[in-house]
Each structure stands twice: as structure tokens, then as C-alpha cells.
């Protein structure tokens, strides 16, 4: 995967699966601008990459803060080859007559208008070099969904449905645009979708690692070998992709 001469930008960078990803296009040579709205655990990276790394602070949810952000991501790396949505929030299990329209509406814009912001920002970028990959992080919860996620799996729904939208509005331009649906994945966000007063330890261990075939949650790791894959032209031909790197869980 030849990655050493491109620039990705990632969003949800401070995240546990995010800074895995910004780790992983490091190490393979690539500049990064780094988003996200808490940034504080990307000062080791920085002082570790400071010529490959632009760590920016960003609402993702705010039209200007995000083009704030590509913008200075392409002025400080000189251009703009990929763009890794890996920021999302969770929903605790809450039955849906008594999900407020404001716990609906914030995840949706994280979950999804967030995908269109970006996207929307880097595509100008993309478009005048006549490539570019866009790479999305949905849910394999979409295909098989638990009760009480309603609005984390409708925003994720969305952005699968938007990936595929932009898959062949894009085509004509070498713009590839793919989305990836993890399974369980072992990071803090994992705990956050038991419903109020449960367990978070045993619903872990007994309801997520258990709907795992394969045995295991889903690392980061596993996540960002899939997008710089994804990423790379290794890839080339694939556009329009949803791929499940969910040790089986969508079976």
C-alpha cells in the first residue's frame, strides 16, 4: 500500500479508533491533518511526526469550522487525497417513545451531517486533481440492527445511503467513495450503547463479544487496515463499497 506521497485527512482523530488511524497513515509515510474537537491526546504524535502531522480543532457539525479545517489541511500538506470519517458518538439503548428530538438530532449531525460536510469540503480539492478516496465509517448494525438504537442506526443508515449517492456522482472524477461497517468494536464508544442502569462490563462480554462468530470485538487496528486499503490502489476499482469488517457479525 503506497501511501507515502498522499495526504488524508481523518476526522474523529482523538477518538480511540481515529488516533489508531492517524497512527497507522503515519507510519506508511502519508501527512495527515488530524480533526477533531478534543485534541489533546494527538500531542504525542505531533512531537513524534511534526513535518507529517496538522492537528486541528473542529466542529464537525458547524459548516464553517469544518471548512475552516480542509482548508487548512490542504494550505499547510499542499493537497488533499483521502478522507477518513472515523467520528461518531453512540446511543445508550433507549426505547424510541422516549428519545428527545435533540438526542435525535445531535446524532444524526455527528453521525451523519458531519459525512456531508467533509465530504463537501475536500470534493473541490479531489475534483481538481482527478482523484481521491473517501472513506466512511457506518455501522454493521444497519444490516442487523439491536432494539433501542434507533437514531445511531438511521445515521448510519444515512451515511451508507450518501456513500453510495456520492459513489457514482464522484466516478467520472477517479473519486472513489466507500464505506466500512464495523462490528463490536473494543474501544470506550462500545460501553456507551448499554441502556441506563446496565451492567457495561457484562453486557460487553456476554452480548457483544458473544454476537461476534469469529470470538472477538473488533480492534482498531482491524479497522484501519481496512482503510488504508481502502485508501490505496490496492483499491482502485472499488467504489460503492460497503465492507464488513465484523468478525461475522452481519452473517
Known sequence: MELAKKVAIVTGAGGGMGKVVVEQFLERGASVGAIDLHIDGLEDLAGKYPQQLVVIQCNLTDEKSVEHAIKKTA???GRIDIL???AGIAQAATDIEHVSL?????IMAINSTAVFLTSRAVVPYMKQQKSGSIINI???SVDR???GLNAYVASKGATISLTK????ELAPYNIRVNAINPGPADTKMLGEFTASGSDEGDTKENIFRKSVPLGELITPEAIANCVLYLSSDLAKMMTGSVVNVDGGRGI
Open 75 to 77: 494550505e499547510n500538506l
Open 84 to 86: 477518513a470519517n472515523v
Open 102 to 106: 435533540a438526542d435525535w438530532e445531535r
Open 138 to 140: 457506518a455501522s454493521v
Open 145 to 147: 440492527p439491536r432494539p
Open 165 to 168: 449517492a456520492l459513489a457514482i
